[in-house]
């Protein structure tokens, strides 16, 4: 059975920084492009960032860039996301996903396995 698990979020201050994991399980997913979405309430859920199998290739939403960084690690099946200078505006639960493509980074719909979320709190 495929698992995402999310892990590393929190309360934190405004300015500080997390660093959330996403360990995968059940399945090779060295190939999938991992990503990270977000969802505060009343919102839609929104593109955070993702980083193609190899690693090489990142996306960000333009809003985040500079402050988010995405890295995986294949041979432990996990992926993270460093967010630094945290803004109140941040706070949100956050989801890890894989797909098996290469497009599309941004759309929610072309994800075919998702966690749970774990909950980020900044206070301002």
């Known amino acids: 059975q495929v698992q995402l698990v999310e892990s590393g979020g929190g309360l934190v201050q405004a300015g500080g920084s997390l660093r959330l994991s996403c360990a995968a399980s059940g399945g090779t997913f060295s190939r999938y492009t991992r990503g990270w979405f977000r969802q505060?309430?009343?919102?839609?859920?929104e593109f955070v960032a993702a980083i193609s199998w190899g690693g090489i290739r990142t996306t960000y939403a333009d809003s985040l860039k500079g402050r988010f960084t995405i890295s995986r690690d294949n041979a432990k099946n996990?992926?993270?996301?460093?967010?630094?200078?945290?803004?109140?505006?941040?706070?949100?639960?956050?989801?890890?996903?894989?797909?098996?493509?290469?497009?599309?980074?941004?759309?929610?719909?072309?994800?075919d396995y998702w966690g749970?979320?774990?909950q980020v709190t900044v206070s301002s």
Do not use: W
């Open 40 to 45: 505060a309430p009343g919102k839609a859920r």
């Open 116 to 118: 749970q979320g774990t």
């Open 78 to 111: 996990t992926v993270y996301l460093q967010m630094n200078s945290l803004e109140p505006e941040d706070t949100a639960i956050y989801y890890c996903a894989a797909k098996n493509s290469i497009s599309n980074d941004y759309i929610v719909e072309e994800y």
